[in-house]
C-alpha cells in the first residue's frame, strides 16, 4: 500500500523558516517523481515544486521566489521541502504527492502538514 | 504560463441529477487534464486523467470530455458521497497549474 506521511509542520514567525519531511513507503520511491502542493486555509490548490529521481529535474512555481528548495533522498524513501523567509500568505496546508506516470499527474497524496506563519 | 479556469464556482443539485462542470484552459493543452475530487476535510483524489480516463476505483458514473482549451467533468446520477470540490489540472509542463475548484452541494 502506497503511504505518505508528512511531518515538520507548525507555527513559525514571519520570516522564519521550516523544514517539511514526507517518508514514502509502499513503492519503489526511487523511481518517482515527487511534488509538493499547498492549500491555504479555505482555498483551493497550488502546486509548489517537483522532483525528479535522482534530482536531475528540479521546478518550483514562480511565486515562491526562490525562497523553498526541494530535496530527496531515496535511500531513506524520503522528500523534504526546506522554507526560508516565511510570509502569512505560505500558511497552508502542504501535502507530498507522487507522480503518477506524467511528472504532474498527482496519483498519491499524503495527509498535508499544516503550516501556520504568525506573529 | 496558462491560466485554467472553472464554472461554476459553486452548484447544488439533487441525487439522481446530471451535473457538468467546465474547465476551461488559456492554451492548448492537448489531452493533458486531470480533474481531482477534493471530499471536505480530506486529501484530494485523482478522479480523471488524460481528459476522460477514469482513475483505478472510480465509479463510472463519472466521465470526461473535450480537447485543446475546453473540457467538461460530468457526474451522472449524482450520489450523496460525491459532495466535494472538483478541481481541473493541467499537467503537460509546469507550472502543474490548478483551477480554482467548484464545489458541489446537494439540495
Known amino acids: 500500500e502506497v503511504q505518505l506521511v508528512e511531518s515538520g509542520g507548525g507555527l513559525v514567525k514571519p520570516g522564519g523558516s521550516l523544514r517539511l519531511s514526507c517518508a514514502a513507503s509502499?513503492?519503489?520511491?526511487?523511481?518517482?517523481?515527487m511534488n509538493w502542493v499547498r492549500q491555504a486555509p479555505g482555498k483551493g490548490l497550488e502546486w509548489v515544486s517537483s522532483?525528479?529521481?535522482?534530482?536531475?529535474?528540479?521546478y518550483y512555481a514562480d511565486s515562491l521566489k526562490g525562497r523553498f528548495t526541494i530535496s530527496r533522498d531515496d535511500a531513506n524513501k524520503s522528500l523534504f521541502l526546506e522554507m526560508d523567509t516565511l510570509s502569512v500568505d505560505d500558511t497552508a496546508v502542504y501535502y507530498c504527492a507522487r507522480s503518477a506516470g506524467a511528472p504532474g499527474l498527482f496519483d498519491y497524496w499524503g495527509q498535508g502538514s499544516l503550516v501556520t506563519v504568525s506573529s | 504560463d496558462i491560466q485554467m479556469t472553472q464554472s461554476p464556482s459553486s452548484l447544488s443539485a439533487s441525487v439522481g441529477d446530471r451535473v457538468t462542470i467546465t474547465c476551461r484552459a488559456s492554451?492548448?493543452?492537448?489531452?493533458?487534464l486531470a480533474w481531482y475530487q477534493q471530499k471536505p476535510g480530506k486529501v484530494p483524489k485523482l478522479l480523471i486523467y488524460?481528459?476522460?480516463t477514469l482513475q483505478t476505483g472510480v465509479p463510472s458514473r463519472f466521465s470526461g470530455s473535450g480537447a485543446g482549451t475546453d473540457f467538461t467533468l460530468t457526474i451522472n446520477s449524482l450520489q450523496p458521497e460525491d459532495v466535494a470540490t472538483y478541481y481541473c489540472q493541467k499537467y503537460h509542463s509546469v507550472p502543474y497549474t490548478f483551477g480554482p475548484g467548484t464545489k458541489l452541494e446537494i439540495k
Open positions: 492554451q492548448d493543452i492537448s489531452y493533458y
Open positions: 488524460s481528459v476522460s
Open positions: 522532483i525528479n529521481p535522482r534530482s536531475t529535474s528540479i
Open positions: 509502499g513503492f519503489t520511491f526511487s523511481g518517482y517523481y
